[in-house]
């Protein structure tokens, strides 16, 4: 039986830990010639810092040269954390601009240098990571729940822009809740830290967010990523997955 | 086999985004009770599938008919896992345009009947030891007001907030049961023959839409079941009480057109 993207050719960043793992693995499964990038290069993983521009032309150039097209791009890429406290006032200039710079414009020339190319080979889909700190408030993540939400409007224009020059160009946001992802596990420490509990309390009061009271695995966001990548979601384009347990209903 | 040993009922199935779904949910692996009011729509779509799906006919504005309809397929596959809440109606017109008839009909098929299958499907799925979704299927009316659909967004708009809300009680009694919405915008089924000859028949209507959507076509039935399978899916298993929009690009934002003199 073929899989579900078999014959594509999509790029995943921030594939070497967490959800980019576990996206490129999924899409792998069913078919797709997966490339991974990561800043933290090594094995089969590309290095990449998705903040250099001249490193993304490189990449799509290769890719394309390489396998002959590209058909997806998941932009998964980011960074939670900074020098400094993350609420709005105590935060560092420094550490917004470091966030913005990963989140938000990695995301833009990601999207800038993969349109033309998937454009060429007949059409595609992007799926930008964004969360669900672009849809509830997040004063303990503040420039990350700014930044995703920015990923989250970005990535509407991208799909309107695509529609309007005739590029067969999907383009979607995914939005995970409570997945214990290497980023949500210091998320758990450092609250845990703040707050002068244990990590188990610091846990359970994340969880106790969640109305189906379970984390979402890995899994269940690739599985997301993987419908919007397909082309059973061939006219899914400009809207928000959102993947967490039922948690932006009641926070 | 997306939907191995899952028992699912799909209403509205004797025609477009229904037929499509119940069609899929087997192909995907699913034994399905095929739903509609009309009888011999329904026995057409169950025959196409074969053993695998049984005729349900009934009106899902009736809580006798869902009874019925949920006993029977019970007893006859097992169990039940999933509900896609597909059959609806629609009358256009403005606000002073609606008529008391046209709003009670779509009150009572878009809303009471989704309302009521979400309580038989929410009992049966727990009593039978089902495990799945209920997807109940709104509009982009759902999400937005339109000037001249006034009273199929009102009832649309329900099934929205309804959904969230079954989502978040299955949630918190610990049910094995998630619940989406999705939002489609204009397809091209059946639905839309009644009101073509008043448009100028059904090619210039289609057209019409489709110059309203940004990826320059109208969506079909099948572009709405390759969602609703997903939302009714195990790789779905922590979505609930998301409203999943297939609009090609419609509600991302207004167009550049402004810019383009």
């Known amino acids: 039986m073929s899989g579900r993207v078999s014959g594509k050719v999509i790029i995943v960043t921030g594939a070497a830990i967490g959800l980019g793992t576990a996206i490129a693995k999924r899409l792998a499964e069913e078919g797709a010639t997966i490339v991974r990038t990561d800043i933290n290069g090594g094995g089969d993983v590309i290095r990449q810092d998705v903040t250099d521009e001249a490193q993304w032309q490189t990449l799509i150039d290769d890719v394309v040269r390489r396998h002959g097209r590209l058909d997806g791009l998941v932009n998964n890429a980011g960074v939670a954390d900074g020098k400094g406290p993350p609420d709005p006032e105590g935060a560092l200039a420094e550490d917004w601009r470091r966030i913005y710079s990963v989140n938000v414009e990695g995301t833009f020339l990601g999207c800038k240098y993969a349109m033309p190319a998937i454009a060429q080979g007949g059409g595609g889909a992007i799926v930008n990571m964004s969360s669900i700190g672009a849809l509830v408030p997040t004063p303990f993540l503040s420039a990350y729940g700014a930044s995703k939400a920015a990923v989250m409007q970005f990535t509407r224009s991208v799909a309107l822009h695509c529609c309007e020059h005739g590029y067969a160009i999907r383009c979607n946001s995914v939005h995970p809740g409570q997945v214990r992802t290497p980023m949500h596990v210091d998320l758990i420490a450092r609250t845990a830290a703040e707050l002068g509990i244990d990590e188990d309390q610091a846990a359970e009061a994340f969880l106790s967010k969640v109305p189906m009271k379970k984390w979402q695995e890995a899994v269940d966001i690739a599985n997301g990523v993987l419908f919007l990548m397909s082309d059973e979601a061939r006219f899914v384009t400009g809207t928000s997955l959102v993947v967490d347990g039922g948690m932006s209903l009641t926070n | ?261």
């Open chain 2, 1 to 261: 086999m997306r939907l191995k040993d899952k028992v699912a009922i799909v209403t509205g199935a004797a025609s477009g985004i229904g037929r499509a779904t119940a069609l899929t949910f087997a192909r995907e692996g699913a034994r399905v009770g095929v739903a509609d009011i009309d009888a011999d729509g329904a026995a057409r779509t169950a025959g196409q599938i074969g053993e695998r799906a049984i005729a349900i006919p009934f009106d899902v504005s009736q809580e006798d008919g869902w009874t019925d309809a949920v006993g029977r397929t019970v007893a006859h596959f097992g169990k039940l896992d999933i509900l896609a809440n597909v059959a609806g109606i629609g009358f256009p017109g403005s606000i002073l345009d609606l008529t008391m008839d046209q709003w009670n009909k779509m009150i009572a098929v878009n809303l009471t009947g989704v309302m009521l299958g979400c309580q038989a499907a929410i009992r049966a799925i727990r009593d039978s030891g089902g495990s799945g979704a209920i997807v109940n299927v709104s509009s982009l009316a759902g999400l937005i007001g339109i000037s001249d659909v006034a009273g199929y967004c009102g009832t649309k708009g329900g099934v929205t907030t309804l959904s969230k809300s079954v989502a978040l009680f299955c949630a918190e009694q610990g049910l094995p049961i998630r619940c989406v919405s999705v939002h489609p915008t204009y397809v091209d089924s059946e639905m839309l023959d009644p009101i073509a000859s008043a448009v100028g028949g059904r090619q210039a209507m289609v057209d019409a839409m489709a110059r309203l959507v940004p990826i320059g076509r109208i969506a079909t039935p099948q572009d709405i079941a390759n969602a609703i399978l997903f939302a009714a899916s195990d790789d779905a298993a922590m979505m609930s009480g998301h409203a999943l929009v297939i609009d090609g690009a419609q509600l991302a934002g207004p167009s550049s057109a402004h810019t383009k003199g």
